[in-house]
């Protein structure tokens, strides 16, 4: 019975270190609070990920920021998780209503609240957004008898084509057909 505790326990610290693993993934720099904002730097076609380990006393509620830059006009999507770690059904990491927003300009002189996308596994397509720097709010609690929680959110940016881009290809499908019609008749 022993071992099988020291097992759990060490499984739970395995755990939590990997939250914090992940944020050097992100290789973010600031702690999220309003005077530091974390830095996910430029987004673009691979997705840039945020991944924040959280602690304080139970149902206590937390709200972070993240700042971002977009470098062209992109269709921009996003998605949040939050990790959830049971032991012996005690949930010893956790985080309940965890919300995030998207605004314009970086944090705190967003005006335009852009998409919000709300609960474990949300997942939104946040539209077209314009070269520019933005910001995330990141809300939420920590569960009824965890200390700790985790949170992961994800952002990638893929560039609009071009009106030009769809003019040539247009163009090019226009000789391909030319160029049949002209061997039909011949």
């Known amino acids: 019975m022993k071992n099988s505790l020291k097992l759990k326990l060490v499984a739970a610290a395995v755990l939590m270190a990997?939250?914090?693993?992940?944020?050097?993934?992100?290789?973010?720099?600031?702690?999220?609070?309003?005077?530091?904002?974390?830095?996910?730097?430029?987004?673009?076609?691979?997705?840039?990920?945020?991944?924040?380990?959280?602690?304080?006393?139970?149902?206590?509620?937390?709200?972070?920021?993240?700042?971002?830059?977009?470098?062209?006009?992109?269709?921009?999507?996003?998605?949040?998780?939050?990790?959830?770690?049971?032991?012996?059904?005690?949930n010893v990491s956790e985080i309940t209503g965890l919300i995030v927003e998207v605004w314009s300009d970086v944090h705190p002189s967003g005006s335009t609240l852009y998409a919000t996308f709300a609960g474990n596994n949300a997942t939104n397509l946040i539209g077209n957004?314009?070269?520019?720097?933005?910001h995330l709010d990141i809300s939420g609690n920590l569960g009824s008898s965890a200390h700790v929680g985790q949170y992961q959110v994800a952002?990638?940016?893929?560039?609009?084509?071009?009106?030009?881009?769809?003019?040539?290809l247009l163009a090019g499908?226009?000789?391909?057909?030319?160029?049949?019609?002209?061997?039909?008749?011949?």
Do not use: C
């Not at 957004?129 to 933005?134: I, K, M, P, T, W």
């Not at 000789?175 to 011949?186: H, Q």
């Open 18 to 90: 990997s939250g914090v693993a992940h944020a050097g993934f992100a290789n973010v720099s600031g702690d999220g609070s309003v005077g530091n904002a974390y830095d996910m730097g430029v987004i673009g076609a691979s997705p840039s990920v945020l991944a924040a380990t959280l602690t304080g006393s139970p149902n206590s509620f937390f709200e972070e920021y993240a700042n971002f830059t977009i470098p062209t006009l992109s269709s921009t999507s996003g998605s949040a998780h939050s990790a959830v770690l049971n032991i012996w059904g005690i």
């Open 129 to 134: 957004l314009a070269a520019g720097q933005y």
């Open 155 to 168: 952002l990638q940016a893929l560039p609009v084509p071009e009106p030009e881009t769809y003019a040539m």
């Open 173 to 186: 499908l226009g000789l391909i057909g030319f160029s049949v019609r002209r061997r039909k008749t011949a």
